[in-house]
């Protein structure tokens, strides 16, 4: 337990104060990064460049083309599943009306319901949580909201927290900003918080219906990548990853990617170092359905995130460097790579919240 909160005070310390030290050493000043509510921006944004959009570009593709081919050729391999038919709970009809409600408001401008126009994010996404553990409940008669309530209600004030993290780190790139939201600091904390707080319950409830997909169990089991197993790559990916993070405080433009990937490889990287981790547990076996269905799970939540966006009175807009073009909603189209390793950032703090809470939700 102690070194847990020792390893536990030292990652906190790696991911909030590394960036805060970049800034400091080029010289910026550090009040606006740390101005609340966040309204100003400082940080000028890269124009698009083609030579980035391409490398990007072909990075994404490299990422996402072989779980697309490796699942198609199991589903492709598969014999019919059998199937037990359930009925739709109730409360997974309820979330479908909640979101169909909460849908209209959104993109609607009803003058009588303006009040509530702003605030549609929160009942859209309770809404979707609702339904996507109907759905698992329908398939396998279990769902992580009925098999493991306390973890679940826990998931609610953890997502809170950890989505609170990116809009800290979001303080040095200023990749994405808030518009029509006009609130003093108590209200804008309060708000922010309700609605962050379903992020990892729609992440990890999307996860687990993937995971009970054929071509999900029966496509991604390979042989154990055996530098999973030294600490010594731990170490120094550790080294590395924490000098990105450090990066992105001087050189925001040319290391924006790494406010999502870093912060991932200081999780994995601690874990190797102390050999704990479901998901390292697995990538080890060479198990990679833990790892994919989480991304595919932040993907699939980022379309709808953005979708659902698109049209609200309240809402972010985005300023990516480089790579700026070819929007799908708001969301130009590779910055929806960074929603691949999100997902396993959300798989690991969800595995972390499992083992305190001394639970095992289903990997």
Not at 41 to 69: D, E, M, N, R
Not at 72 to 87: D, E, M, N, Y
Not at 126 to 150: E, Q, S, W
Request: hydrophobic fraction near 55%.
């Amino acid at each position: 337990m102690k070194r847990r909160y020792i390893s536990g005070m030292a990652l906190s310390g790696m991911l909030l104060g590394l960036p805060l030290l970049g800034v400091l050493a080029a010289g910026k000043p550090v009040s606006r990064y740390l101005e609340f509510p966040p309204r100003t921006l400082y940080v000028k944004v890269a124009p698009f460049s083609w030579i980035h959009f391409v490398l990007y570009g072909l990075l994404f593709a490299a990422l996402l083309f072989p779980i697309l081919i490796f699942g198609g050729r199991a589903l492709l391999r598969a014999s019919a599943p059998v199937t037990v038919k359930r009925p739709f709970p109730w409360w997974g009809w309820m979330g479908l009306g909640l979101n169909g409600v909460s849908w209209i408001v959104a993109w609607s401008r009803i003058p009588a319901l303006s009040f509530i126009q702003p605030h549609t994010f929160f009942p859209l996404w309770i809404a979707y949580v609702l339904v996507v553990n109907a759905l698992c409940f329908r398939r396998d008669g279990t769902c992580m909201m009925t098999k493991h309530p306390a973890y679940f209600a826990a998931l609610f004030p953890a997502s809170a927290a950890f989505w609170w993290f990116f809009e800290y780190l979001n303080r040095f790139v200023q990749n994405w900003q808030y518009v029509g939201v006009e609130y003093g600091p108590a209200a804008y904390a309060c708000l922010a918080t309700l609605s962050f707080s379903t992020v990892l319950p729609a992440v990890l409830g999307t996860r687990e219906w993937f995971l009970g997909t054929r071509w999900i169990r029966e496509g991604f089991v390979f042989c154990p990548p055996a530098l999973m197993h030294f600490k010594g790559v731990g170490a120094g990916v550790l080294i590395l990853s924490g000098l990105g993070l450090l990066g992105i405080g001087i050189w925001p433009n040319a290391l924006f990617p790494l406010l999502w990937v870093s912060p991932l490889l200081i999780l994995l990287s601690f874990q190797v170092l102390t050999q704990e981790g479901a998901m390292l547990k697995a990538l080890r076996r060479g198990d990679l359905r833990p790892a994919v269905s989480a991304a595919l799970a932040a993907l699939v939540c980022g379309l709808f995130w953005e979708m659902w966006n698109f049209h609200s009175l309240a809402k972010w807009v985005y300023r990516i460097p480089y790579v700026h073009r070819f929007e799908l909603f708001e969301m130009p189209v590779l910055g929806y790579a960074g929603y691949l390793p999100f997902g396993l950032e959300c798989a690991v703090i969800g595995d972390l919240l499992a083992r305190g809470m001394k639970k095992s939700p289903r990997a």
